[in-house]
């Protein structure tokens, strides 16, 4: 009912940028929180950045100052805004929409992405 399509990873040199997007589509009547974790080999699933739907922010440590979440809701897209990249950055990087269905009012349901490897060495 609901895709979540990421893209914008790649291979980049510390210190360099990238950005994300995240873009849903299906039968969808609002997406409340949007979020961004991140998965290393060998590491759990971490929560990078969430934005919720007034557009309040937050970050994980390790990333504030360098990333910037932002979402546009009439695209249905979430972006991940990555500058100052180190090689600890390097992950697969998910996103998770919290979204209520056209015709299921107050229900919000679960999706992710299918994740995008981010890469940061030189």
């Known amino acids: 009912q609901v895709r979540l399509v990421e893209s914008g990873g790649g291979l980049v040199q510390p210190g360099g940028s990238l950005r994300l997007s995240c873009a849903a589509s299906?039968?969808?009547?609002?997406?409340?929180?949007m979020e961004w974790y991140r998965q290393a080999p060998g590491r759990q699933r971490e929560l990078v950045a969430s934005i919720n739907s007034g557009g309040s922010t937050n970050y994980a440590d390790f990333v504030k100052g360098r990333f910037t979440i932002s979402r546009d809701n009439y695209k249905k897209t979430m972006y991940l805004q990555m500058d100052s990249l180190k090689p600890e950055d390097t992950a697969v990087y998910y996103c998770?929409?919290?979204?209520?269905?056209?015709?299921?009012?107050?229900?919000?349901?679960?999706?992710w992405g299918q994740g995008t490897q981010v890469t940061v060495t030189s």
């Open positions: 998770y929409f919290g979204v209520e269905l056209i015709g299921i009012p107050n229900h919000v349901y679960d999706y």
């Open positions: 299906g039968n969808i009547f609002s997406i409340d929180t």
